[in-house]
Nanobody
Framework: QAQLVESGGGLVQAGGSLRLSCGASGRTLSNYAMAWFRQAPGKEREFVAAISWSGGRTYYADSVKGRFTIARDNAKNTVYLQMNSLKPEDTAVYYC???????????????????WGKGTLVTVSS
């Protein structure tokens, strides 16, 4: 049974940057499409970004396009989310999720994920 562990969250001023990491223990992530989701207080979980199992394809929510970059290093069994030009509305708990050979079109819905992490809090102050 794999465990996903997110790290890198924290408090940052608007306009700043953070890089989140999602590591796995117990299983290699190289055959899994990966995604980041977030949930702000009182709001529904929303899709942020996804990357194919090979790393060759990426997909972003419109709200983060051009500011966030998802990447993976299969040798390190880690997925990253580089977040630049952060806004107060980016404040949320960020979760990573994995789906075995997941189709990119299926990732934004968040359904059928094989693993979820417990999340890391990102707070952007104005």
């Amino acid at each position: 049974q794999a465990q996903l562990v997110e790290s890198g969250g924290g408090l940052v001023q608007a306009g700043g940057s953070l890089r989140l990491s999602c590591g796995a223990s117990g299983r290699t992530l190289s055959n899994y499409a990966m995604a980041w989701f977030r949930q702000a207080p009182g709001k529904e979980r929303e899709f942020v970004a996804a990357i194919s199992w090979s790393g060759g394809r990426t997909y972003y929510a419109d709200s983060v396009k051009g500011r966030f970059t998802i990447a993976r290093d299969n040798a390190k069994n880690t997925v990253y989310l580089q977040m630049n030009s952060l806004k107060p509305e980016d404040t949320a708990v960020y979760y990573c999720a994995a789906k075995y050979f997941g189709a990119m079109s299926s990732m934004p819905a968040g359904a059928g994920m094989d693993y979820w992490g417990k999340g890391t809090l990102v707070t952007v102050s104005s």
